[in-house]
């Protein structure tokens, strides 16, 4: 919100000498986010004056252009009378828009215009032009002209500061206002704000009620809740051809709009006054009764912008008997439109549902100056005031007469009552306050106190509707005192609190990748429909997997997601576009799965705290969302030097991923191959917690359509576990692995198996025949060749034994090792090596 301190003061009586830089300072201390205090027209210095042209003489010169050689009165600024001009000054001039005895601005020698444009007397055409008559746009009053301004007051005078005559100096403020604080997207919030803190007197704009419901005037009908209360007032005979004065265009402006036309400026104005979002109908346009209700399925609505809207049975409307003629709240249609011919206009002054224009607005991504004051709750007391101000100026400035009969339809909703302590401020803000001054402070906001004892009742002004909860007092009251006279307390952490289990587990892991070589990067949780197409997963598994998102930032990504590789994929595609080649980038982020059946959450008011019942229908809704830890590696993962040579990122170090990972939270995996997209078939590694069947993840080469399909590397790897699985399945998460004070017993065996045997089954088996004493099993050998024979392989494992309560003996180990070996050979057909 741009405010103009020149309009704040005519509602506020600011001190003497406050500058809009000091009253930036006072708002920022009652909690208002005061961005910048501009000085509308600070690029405008020097003598820039009024004049008053006394002659011009066209000139058509060998370029084919004509200019005029005017002579203008500048009052004290003027040269001495010549033999043949009087006390004046040259100025040549290429428009053609003005005649002898207009006023017009001067910008005189020494001057310098918006835009660093120094003004010097200067010989051209043959004469000196000793100054330039100035357009809006080399003033900065617009972006575009239509010629020279000419002036039509009769107040003003050759010789006169148009700095002054045109408003063109003022201090704007530019607040950022948050969306609880929807009144001050107005003059009358700031300036009320403003009166609050420096506690001086307020004047408000609003300075009527609204009266008891009438239909004499316009027919109006309400056919919706959404709309609380609708002010419908004629206003006839306007001139069509009446323009917006200097100031109001100019007070338009500042606050950050472009002047239009008279009426329309009017209607702006007086929502930027007020806050109260008002429109204007041609009514000779109108066809029979407003109507205000939703919209029915199939209907359609040229609004003003040109734009054909299809409309959602959720849209409210206005209508009449042609149909929809305005989104309510939102934009006016096209078919009552003010045309440059209109001379009778219908003033509607509404209050509509703050969450349904919300909607709306979101729906047709329309979002507008009215829709964002709507969205924010705009006082329902406010409308009639509001188009009885619009009715005034436009009989004031257009010519117009406001017909007797006027029509009002609902009522202004009663404001929620709130009864608190009144040491209530004092306990939660930790400020002295005594309680019988309380009831005053909180009266300066407008709202109605009565003391009940140690209670106060306390009923919230009608633009107040984010006052819903007794700490919403609370924090009022720190305003008005001053949140900076409130000593700050850090509250102590409670003793025996800190990381739980899973959590030091997954910062145990990132880390050690961290140390490992590997980079984290943080990726948006949303799947694109192309990122989906390219991943392989169809039409039915979206409908019955993935969870879409009502309001997505983007409408090309409106999935959540279900794996971590397309952000990773899209990561890897944007380094490698700019030449960083070898990366090893990882990511733990939650991934989502829609509930099946789907359920639908529930929608509890935010003024309130959802109890536990509601929380659980929430969070069940919600489907699953496991954390996964996912990693893409390509290019080289150790560089040529004088080690060696160059050693590419294959599938050994996402398997190495996947073993940092898992060992450091105390875990063994095991591999076993299987075919899963997006990997390489024949090239993908299924991980399991070693000795069960739990699936931790995948790991492997991607598959190369996948590949191209994200712009990535050939052979690129990639892996991805359910953190959440590996964390459960850690030891130090619900059991702790006791350590032995014992020393290890080493046996190794070699076993020859047919080549098409995994290593993991072997594995498998030796650990299942080991028994309780068996530590760890590791594969450390694999070799084929004559030895081996033709068609089978040799592996080789080393066996480690430990027990937790002595010290094995030869004859211990040897058995257990047997067993080992015994099982595997039932299991997998090996033949021990003994060479």
């Given at each position: 919100m741009k405010a103009p301190l020149s309009w704040l003061q005519e509602y506020v009586s600011l001190p003497d000498g406050l500058s809009g830089r000091a009253l930036g300072e006072v708002l920022v201390r009652a909690g208002l986010e005061v961005e910048t205090v501009e000085l509308a027209g600070g690029d405008l210095t020097g003598p820039v004056v009024l004049g008053r042209v006394l002659s011009l003489v066209p000139e058509q010169h060998s370029n084919g252009k004509t200019i005029r050689y005017c002579r203008v009165d500048v009052g004290e600024h003027n040269d001495p009378a010549g033999a043949d001009h009087p006390a004046s000054r040259g100025i040549v001039?290429?428009?053609s828009n003005f005649a002898v005895g207009d006023l017009v601005v001067v910008a005189l020698p020494g001057s310098v215009l918006p835009g660093d444009f120094a003004i010097a007397a200067r010989k051209t055409y043959g004469h000196v032009s000793d100054g330039m008559i100035c357009s809006t746009l080399e003033l900065g009053l617009c972006e575009d002209h239509d010629g020279i301004l000419v002036l039509d007051d009769p107040a003003l005078s050759p010789g006169d500061d148009a700095a002054a005559a045109l408003a063109l100096r003022d201090e704007v403020l530019d607040i950022a206002v948050t969306p609880d604080r929807g009144y001050c997207l107005s003059i009358r919030g700031l300036a009320r704000e403003a009166a609050q803190a420096l506690q001086v007197p307020f004047r408000d704009p609003v300075d009527r009620g609204v009266p008891a419901e009438t239909g004499a005037g316009y027919p109006v009908r309400l056919e919706s809740p959404a709309c609380a209360v609708f002010t419908a007032l004629r206003v006839d005979g306007i001139d069509?051809?009446?323009?917006?004065?200097?100031?109001l265009a100019r007070r338009v402006q500042l606050a950050g709009m472009r002047p239009l036309s008279l009426a329309v400026d009017i209607t702006n104005y007086v929502m930027l006054e007020t806050g109260q979002p008002l429109h204007a109908y041609d009514a000779d346009q109108l066809s029979g009764?407003?109507?205000?209700r939703p919209a029915a399925a199939g209907e359609k609505l040229t609004t003003l912008d040109g734009t054909v809207r299809d409309l959602d049975p959720s849209d409210l409307l206005i209508t009449d008997d042609s149909g929809p003629i305005g989104l309510a709240g939102v934009m006016g249609g096209e078919s009552t439109e003010l045309s440059a011919g209109t001379t009778s206009v219908i003033i509607e002054g509404a209050c509509f549902d703050a969450m349904t224009l919300a909607r709306t607005s979101r729906r047709h991504k329309l979002s507008s100056e009215a829709s964002r004051r709507f969205e924010r709750g705009v006082d329902p007391a406010a409308g009639y005031a509001a188009a009885h101000r619009v009715a005034a100026l436009l009989v004031e400035l257009a010519g117009g007469t406001l017909a007797e009969a006027e029509t009002v339809r609902g009522t202004v909703p009663p404001s929620p009552s709130q009864v608190i302590e009144a040491t209530l401020p004092a306990r939660i803000l930790g400020a002295d306050l005594e309680p019988g001054a309380v009831a005053g402070l909180i009266e300066r906001t407008g709202a109605q106190v009565t003391t009940d004892g140690d209670e106060l009742r306390i009923t919230p002004p009608t633009w107040r509707p984010d006052l819903r909860d007794p700490y919403d007092y609370v924090e009022e009251v720190g305003r008005i005192i001053g949140l900076d006279t409130i000593d700050p307390?850090?509250?102590?952490?409670?003793?025996?609190?800190?990381?739980?289990?899973?959590?030091?587990a997954r910062r145990a892991i990132g880390q050690a990748l961290a140390v490992a070589g590997f980079v984290e990067v943080l990726s948006l949780p949303f799947a694109s429909v192309e990122d989906l197409d390219k991943m392989g997963v169809s039409a039915e598994d979206r409908r019955r997997r993935?969870?879409?998102?009502?309001?997505?930032?983007?409408?090309?990504?409106p999935w959540l997601r279900t794996t971590v590789l397309p952000g990773l994929f899209a990561a890897v595609a944007r380094n490698t576009s700019r030449s960083n080649d070898d990366l090893a980038l990882f990511e733990a982020g939650a991934v989502f799965f829609a509930e099946q059946p789907a359920l639908v959450a529930p929608r509890p008011n935010v003024d309130r705290r959802p109890d536990a019942g509601v929380l659980a229908a929430m969070n069940d809704a919600l489907g699953d969302q496991p954390r996964h830890l996912a990693a893409v590696l390509t290019g080289q993962w150790q560089p040529a030097g004088w080690a060696g040579p160059a050693r590419r990122a294959g599938w050994e170090e996402a398997l190495g991923l996947a073993d940092v990972a898992a060992a450091a939270v105390g875990v063994r995996l095991a591999r076993r191959s299987r075919q899963q997209a997006p990997w390489h078939p024949g090239r993908c590694a299924e991980l399991t917690v070693a000795g069960t069947d739990v699936v931790i993840g995948y790991a492997g080469e991607l598959h190369p359509g996948v590949g191209a399909a994200f712009g990535l590397p050939a052979r690129t790897c990639a892996v991805e576990l359910d953190l959440d699985v590996l964390v459960a399945s850690a030891p130090g998460v619900g059991e702790v692995a006791a350590l032995s004070p014992f020393p290890v017993v080493k046996e190794d065996v070699a076993l020859i198996v047919a080549e098409d045997v995994p290593a993991a089954a072997v594995e498998a088996a030796l650990r299942q025949g080991a028994g309780p004493l068996l530590e760890s099993v590791e594969l450390f050998d694999l070799y084929t060749g004559p030895q081996a024979g033709e068609g089978r392989k040799s592996l080789a494992f080393a066996l480690r034994f430990r027990a937790p309560d002595r010290t094995l003996t030869d004859a211990e180990a040897g058995r257990a090792r047997d067993a080992a070996v015994a099982a595997a050979v039932a299991a997998t057909g090996a033949v021990q090596r003994t060479e």
């Open positions: 001039c290429g428009a069509p051809a009446a323009t917006s004065p200097r100031w009764p407003i109507v205000v307390v850090v509250p102590r952490a409670p003793v025996g609190r800190g990381l739980t289990a899973r959590q030091r993935l969870v879409k998102i009502l309001n997505p930032l983007s409408e090309a990504s």
